[in-house]
Every structure is written in structure tokens, then in C-alpha cells.
């Protein structure tokens, strides 16, 4: 049974950082990576940032490319997203997810029971 439990998120600033955490398990990482999402209120849920199995590398969304940053220790079984530069348009309540091996950083490829319950994160200006 894949358990993802995210941590981290609060209330910030504009302007400031936040790291979330995952703490992942019962999935199989030979078909299996894990990926951040986000949904705002009103909103549909979108990908953030996720790693993908084998040479594909990771893949960071074009509104947070350069601002966040997706890391797992493996070692751990935790992924992170280190949030930095904060903006008001980045509150969401904030999921991991398990990404299969053929899938992308869309929430259409997940499946109902690989998300995490999130974590909420709010940006005041």
C-alpha cells in the first residue's frame, strides 16, 4: 500500500522559502517516481515539479522553473521541494504523488490512492 505523508508548509511572505518533505512508502520505485502538485482553491490540481525512473531525468513546471527544487534521498525514501522567492500565486495546498514509470507530471496519470493527504502553503503579500 503506497503511503505518502507530506510535511513543511505554513504561512510565509512574500519573498520567502519553504521546504516541504514526503515521506514515502510501500511503492515500488522500478515502476514508480514521485512528483509535488499543487491545487489552489477554485482551481484544478496541476504539476509542480516531479523525478522520473531511469534517464528521464526530473521535470520542473514552467511557473516555478527556477524558483523551486525538487531533491529525494533515497536513502530516507523522502522527496523535498525546496520553495524559495515565494509568490501570493503559489498558495495551494500542496500533494505528493506516486508517478508511474510511463507517466508524466499530470495528475490524469495518477492514480486515486497514490496522493498524500498535502500540505497547505500560504503566501501574503
Known amino acids: 500500500q503506497v503511503q505518502l505523508v507530506e510535511s513543511g508548509g505554513g504561512s510565509v511572505q512574500a519573498g520567502g522559502s519553504l521546504r516541504l518533505s514526503c515521506a514515502a512508502s510501500g511503492y515500488s520505485s522500478s515502476s514508480f517516481s514521485l512528483g509535488w502538485f499543487r491545487q489552489a482553491p477554485g482551481k484544478e490540481r496541476e504539476g509542480v515539479a516531479c523525478?522520473?525512473?531511469?534517464?528521464?531525468?526530473?521535470w520542473v513546471s514552467d511557473f516555478v522553473k527556477g524558483r523551486f527544487t525538487i531533491s529525494q534521498d533515497n536513502a530516507k525514501n523522502t522527496l523535498y521541494l525546496e520553495m524559495t522567492s515565494l509568490k501570493p500565486a503559489d498558495t495551494a495546498m500542496y500533494y505528493c504523488?506516486?508517478?508511474?514509470?510511463?507517466?508524466?507530471?499530470?495528475?490524469?496519470?495518477?492514480?486515486?490512492?497514490?496522493w498524500g493527504q498535502g500540505t497547505q502553503v500560504t503566501v501574503s503579500s
Open positions: 504523488a506516486a508517478v508511474p514509470k510511463t507517466g508524466y507530471c499530470h495528475p490524469t496519470y495518477i492514480q486515486h490512492n497514490h
Open positions: 523525478t522520473y525512473t531511469g534517464d528521464r531525468g526530473t
